[in-house]
């Protein structure tokens, strides 16, 4: 706990919640309603983190005291108690760890999660909706607010793409192992010959960019064009041309956004976008470059890092960690903590 305590820096901590309260209490803080949100946002986490820390110490010292007293007392309950609860806290100091593993460049930052269907058809179409749901489901489970930003709906069932982001601090960190092809296999009930069916979906995660991180986008580059905004079957969300689709000629790159009712607004969350993907490329040409002086080629995770079999098993299974478990539905519900703490610990041991 104490290795945890000194790589948290409590002290640290302390004063930057102290800072935020200040920024947090001054009458002018709502002038700017985005940089308002990111400090209450950033005091929050703060503050749960402190009280979770702080906790699990507590913990720890009672759990001292429960064996001290099941041992003097001869008490084979109290005993049985204080090895539950030492399971217990044994289990929340592993998830504080993964947190200390979190120190990339970005990883404190929100997510910007893209997922879309890959080879399978109707069935990759309906892989890629239910991915969708289990990472706003797991959002939903940690009280991480989130916000679709685009959804392209396909034409029989489920969809094409979405984008969504995550708003907490180590979004990204947390769900940049997610990153990769995924892969279902079920009996398809697309299927009227009840045959078994492999399909794919890609799930993309990028870090949320922010004022310094200065990237320059040429306006004279971008092609921008607005349409309707369309939801399930091709039904007409509203009845102006708000969506916005914003190609960047250099790069190829494609975004859009549908989900505010103003074409200015969505454009601004489209631009977001665009500025997240032009950094996550530069990330990655800076990489490319590291890896080529080491000669080692990198760390490639290769393409397919996770299969969700439903038949003729269940069975969920990380590719690169071995992490595996037998509940998919639970898996599909926003379960997904093993699978994420899995990775983060996997992707330090690459590093090293």
Same mark, same amino acid.
């Given at each position: 706990?104490?290795?945890?305590?000194?790589?948290?820096?409590?002290?640290?901590?302390?004063?930057?919640?102290?800072?935020?309260?200040?920024?947090?209490?001054?009458?002018?803080?709502?002038?700017?309603? =985005?940089?308002?949100?990111?400090?209450?946002?950033?005091?929050?986490?703060?503050?749960?983190?402190?009280?979770?820390?702080?906790?699990?110490?507590?913990?720890? /010292?009672?759990?001292?005291?429960?064996?001290?007293?099941?041992?003097?007392?001869?008490?084979?309950?109290?005993?049985?108690?204080?090895?539950?609860?030492?399971?217990?806290?044994?289990?929340?100091?592993?998830?504080?760890? *993964?947190?200390?593993?979190?120190?990339?460049?970005? /990883?404190?930052?929100?997510?910007?999660?893209?997922?879309?269907?890959?080879?399978?058809?109707?069935?990759?179409?309906?892989?890629?909706?239910?991915?969708?749901?289990?990472?706003?489901?797991?959002? =939903?489970?940690?009280?991480?607010?989130?916000?679709?930003?685009?959804?392209?709906?396909?034409?029989?069932?489920?969809?094409?793409?979405?984008?969504?982001?995550?708003?907490?601090?180590?979004?990204?960190?947390?769900?940049?192992?997610?990153?990769?092809?995924?892969?279902?296999?079920?009996?398809?009930?697309?299927?009227?010959?009840?045959?078994?069916?492999?399909?794919?979906?890609?799930?993309?995660?990028?870090? *949320?960019?922010?004022?310094?991180?200065?990237? =320059?986008?040429?306006?004279?580059?971008?092609?921008?064009?607005?349409?309707?905004?369309?939801?399930?079957?091709?039904?007409?969300?509203?009845?102006?041309?708000?969506?916005?689709?914003?190609?960047?000629?250099?790069?190829?790159?494609?975004?859009?956004?549908?989900?505010?009712?103003?074409?200015?607004? &969505?454009?601004?969350?489209?631009?977001?976008?665009?500025?997240?993907?032009?950094?996550?490329?530069?990330?990655?040409? =800076?990489?490319?470059?590291?890896?080529?002086?080491?000669?080692?080629?990198?760390?490639?995770?290769? &393409?397919?890092?996770?299969?969700?079999?439903?038949?003729?098993?269940?069975? *969920?299974?990380?590719?690169?960690?071995?992490?595996?478990?037998?509940?998919?539905?639970? *898996?599909?519900?926003?379960?997904?903590?093993?699978?994420?703490?899995?990775?983060?610990?996997?992707?330090?041991?690459?590093?090293?």
């Amino acid at each position: 706990m104490g290795s945890i305590e000194a790589v948290l820096d409590l002290d640290k901590m302390r004063a930057e919640i102290a800072v935020l309260e200040d920024q947090a209490a001054a009458p002018s803080l709502w002038d700017d309603p =985005e940089a308002a949100q990111k400090i209450t946002s950033k005091l929050s986490h703060l503050q749960a983190e402190l009280r979770k820390t702080e906790a699990l110490r507590s913990r720890i /010292d009672d759990v001292e005291v429960l064996f001290e007293l099941a041992e003097s007392e001869a008490d084979a309950d109290a005993r049985t108690e204080a090895e539950s609860e030492l399971a217990s806290v044994k289990k929340a100091l592993d998830e504080m760890e *993964v947190r200390t593993l979190l120190s990339g460049e970005y /990883d404190e930052r929100q997510a910007l999660v893209n997922i879309r269907a890959e080879a399978g058809g109707v069935d990759a179409a309906d892989f890629a909706e239910q991915l969708q749901r289990m990472y706003i489901r797991w959002a =939903e489970r940690h009280d991480y607010p989130t916000e679709v930003y685009e959804t392209s709906y396909a034409e029989e069932a489920g969809i094409k793409s979405t984008t969504f982001v995550v708003k907490a601090p180590y979004a990204y960190g947390t769900l940049s192992v997610e990153q990769g092809t995924h892969r279902l296999v079920r009996i398809s009930p697309f299927d009227n010959q009840g045959r078994r069916q492999t399909s794919f979906a890609g799930v993309e995660v990028l870090p *949320v960019v922010e004022s310094s991180d200065h990237v =320059e986008i040429d306006e004279t580059e971008l092609r921008v064009d607005v349409y309707r905004a369309s939801g399930p079957g091709g039904q007409g969300v509203n009845t102006t041309d708000s969506a916005v689709r914003i190609t960047h000629i250099p790069t190829g790159i494609v975004v859009s956004c549908q989900n505010e009712r103003s074409q200015i607004q &969505n454009k601004a969350s489209a631009m977001n976008v665009l500025q997240a993907k032009l950094l996550e490329r530069r990330r990655q040409e =800076e990489q490319a470059k590291m890896d080529a002086l080491k000669g080692d080629g990198g760390n490639s995770w290769g &393409n397919q890092m996770r299969s969700y079999v439903l038949h003729p098993y269940q069975m *969920v299974k990380d590719l690169r960690t071995e992490f595996e478990v037998g509940n998919p539905q639970g *898996v599909l519900d926003g379960e997904i903590d093993g699978f994420l703490e899995a990775g983060i610990r996997w992707r330090k041991q690459q590093e090293r």
